[in-house]
């Protein structure tokens, strides 16, 4: 089988940027106007990091009015009737509300993208450029350029556009699938691997082309450019378990960070960074 375009690279982040890309994926990464698998539920939840630190829970109010002002006082919104928003567990039940109430650290759990620039849009799997949105954010942009060198035409820059972070959990698997909604393949998709580790396959241009597999740890990068960018793959299985994680170095870092320390425990993170035009 033909994998040309396609790159391992082992160990390529240091500890440091594996833990500082682990917290920016938890607390900036999920902040509107980036988009998250939660938000065609809840619209845009903002501060859910927080709201897991303070043991919030998220209800919805029938009763608030749809109004711009609540944005500031950590109240989201679902289309234009902001109706969720995080509160005090004991206030929800002194408040005696119908609606079932949703913990900040299950929504956490529940996570499972998160989209950086430009926005890509899961229903029609294409980027919505009319949908509000952020840059790629500058350190996440500079490390991208540098992981994709190697794989890039002689004498071009990467231009990193969009990246999508998809959050596994224990028991989460991505199944086989082409990324094919870039309009330029000689550009690589760079994907970095956070947390847990996982099993990666990598297939042909057909889906009954057997696999190759390989483990993907945290801190490794993978760039599929070119022929690889025509190749299934997947992700079929995570470790969470304490000998076949292989996160000790992370555990160490996060010592005296708990929220962030429990997730990790059970978690793998995956940033993929991508040149859409
Ligand atoms: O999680 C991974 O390593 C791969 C992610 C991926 O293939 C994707 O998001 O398109
Ligand atoms: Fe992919």
């Known amino acids: 089988m033909n994998f040309a375009g396609f790159y391992f690279i082992p160990g390529a982040l240091s500890v440091d940027e594996q833990c500082r890309w682990i917290r920016e994926s938890l607390m900036s990464f999920p902040q509107p106007p980036n988009r998250t698998n939660h938000n065609a539920i809840y619209g845009p939840i903002n501060d859910l990091f927080i709201a897991v630190k303070e043991r919030k829970v998220l209800v919805e109010d029938e009763n608030m009015p749809a109004s711009s002002d609540y944005a500031s006082n950590g109240c989201v919104g679902n289309g234009d009737t902001r109706r969720w928003s995080f509160?005090?567990?004991?206030?929800?039940?002194?408040?005696?509300?119908?609606?079932?109430p949703v913990s900040a650290s299950v929504l956490l759990r529940k996570l499972r993208w998160s989209t950086l620039?430009?926005?890509?849009d899961w229903s029609k799997r294409n980027y919505n450029v009319s949908l509000p949105h952020n840059k790629i954010p500058g350190g996440l942009c500079q490390l991208a350029k540098k992981?994709?060198?190697?794989a890039m035409p002689v004498g071009e820059e990467f231009h990193p556009e969009a990246a999508i972070v998809n959050y596994f959990a224990s028991g989460d698997t991505l199944?086989?699938?082409?990324?094919?909604?870039?309009?330029?393949?000689?550009?690589?998709?760079?994907?970095m691997s956070l947390g847990c580790k996982a099993i990666f396959l990598l297939g042909g241009k057909s889906r009954e082309d057997p696999p190759l597999a390989m483990f993907l740890r945290s801190g490794d990068v993978v760039l599929m450019a070119g022929e690889a960018r025509e190749c299934f793959h997947g992700v079929p299985r995570i470790f969470t378990d304490k000998e076949n994680a292989e996160i000790t170095a992370l555990e160490l870092h996060f010592c005296d960070e708990n929220d962030i320390l429990e997730y990790i425990r059970t978690s793998r993170i995956n940033i993929n960074i991508r040149q859409v035009f």
């Open 87 to 100: 509160c005090e567990e004991d206030s929800v039940l002194l408040r005696g509300k119908s609606c079932k």
């Open 117 to 120: 620039g430009l926005q890509f």
């Open 147 to 150: 992981l994709a060198a190697p």
């Open 175 to 191: 199944g086989g699938h082409l990324d094919d909604m870039e309009a330029d393949w000689s550009k690589p998709i760079v994907s």
